[in-house]
């Protein structure tokens, strides 16, 4: 088995390279006990389980990245979770979301998640969309909705605060990216994106390593439509591991950050206990891919969210 390498982000911040999703589900049983498998991972992780990094420090100490939301309704479990963890705050990756019916209160969002983790600062804060909809949601209806490019420099101030220590977007296309880069002070640290053998999404990977953004893979699995894939059980066989291993191993091998969620710690062991593939089959693996969308897919009026492929980049 190989060891789970970590990322640099723009900002000189490691990542380690396999993370926790901590999306728990809506129902208010599922959101109530997302704290306890937040936790479970984060001892599952911690040292001397995981291995030995020349500065753990700088690492997150092999910690997995804990992806939240405002949306997810878990800020609080996994702030919780961290602060019961015993584990230095520094060693813990935290990652939050600016939801996109926000986006004229993004400050004021930015706040609300802080005060929900009940934390001094959010390693990594995104925009969760490039779209602005019109949804008031607890919040005062906007009466006019930002373009991409005012939220990213509203992120900007949050960051000059430090209070985020980096910002970046999520579910942002090459087309999208680049109108954020006609007036961006700041290159985003990280796109986050839908990301599986079967939408491998190879060339906006490529633009974003070229722009010095790193890639994070939501739903990287493909849960069981990918997972039960002939080529991927045929490779779970050769290397005698699990199928979700052999796409997380897909994953580092590319080069991209994977956020998997699992409650179990079983899974959640095997999820950083993942095999080195060779070019060959990796290239096998990348070769599955056929740009389904799995997750967040248009719908039958050909929008997603009110915006067409067009509009999304897509």
């Known amino acids: ?20 999703g901590a999306a ?7 959101i109530a006990g997302s704290k306890a498998w937040i936790l479970g991972a984060l001892k599952v992780r911690h040292r001397p389980q995981w291995v030995a990094f020349a500065n753990p420090r700088e690492t997150a100490g092999g910690l997995p990245p804990l992806d939240t939301a405002m949306m997810y309704g878990t800020e609080a479990a996994v702030g919780a979770a961290v602060r019961e963890s015993g584990i230095p705050r520094e060693e813990i990756f935290v990652t939050s979301k600016a939801p996109w019916h926000h986006m004229e209160y993004i400050p004021r969002s930015f706040n609300e998640s802080l005060s929900n983790l009940g934390l001094d600062y959010i ?69 986050q994106i839908e990301l599986n053998p079967y939408l491998a999404q190879t060339e906006l990977v490529e633009y974003c390593k070229s722009k010095g953004i790193v890639v994070v893979a939501y739903s990287p699995t493909g849960h069981a439509t990918v997972r039960g894939d002939p080529l991927i059980i045929e490779l779970a066989a050769k290397y005698k591991v ?7 191993a897909w994953h580092v091998a590319r080069g991209v950050v994977a956020v998997p969620k699992s409650q179990d710690p079983v899974r ?46 897509w």
């Open 1 to 20: 088995m190989t060891a789970i390498p970590s990322l640099k982000l723009n900002t000189g911040a490691l990542i380690p390279a396999i993370g926790l």
């Open 123 to 191: 390693d990594l804060y995104m925009l969760h969309w490039p779209q602005t909809v019109k949804y008031p949601g607890g919040y005062d209806a906007p009466t006019d909705l930002p373009s991409i490019i005012t939220q990213l420099k509203t992120l900007e101030k949050i960051y000059a605060t430090g209070k985020a220590k980096a910002i970046g977007v999520s579910n942002f296309s090459i087309k999208t990216l680049e109108q954020l880069f006609k007036t961006a002070k700041i290159v985003p640290a990280v796109n």
């Open 268 to 313: 959640q062991k095997e999820n950083i206990t993942l095999p080195p593939l060779s070019a060959e089959d990796v290239a096998k693996i990348t070769g599955l891919d056929h740009g389904e969308r799995i997750v967040n897919k248009l719908g039958p009026d050909g929008t997603l969210y009110g915006w067409t492929k067009e509009q999304l980049g």
């Open 24 to 30: 728990a589900g809506f129902t208010p049983e599922d």
């Open 242 to 248: 699990s199928p979700a291993q052999i796409i997380l």
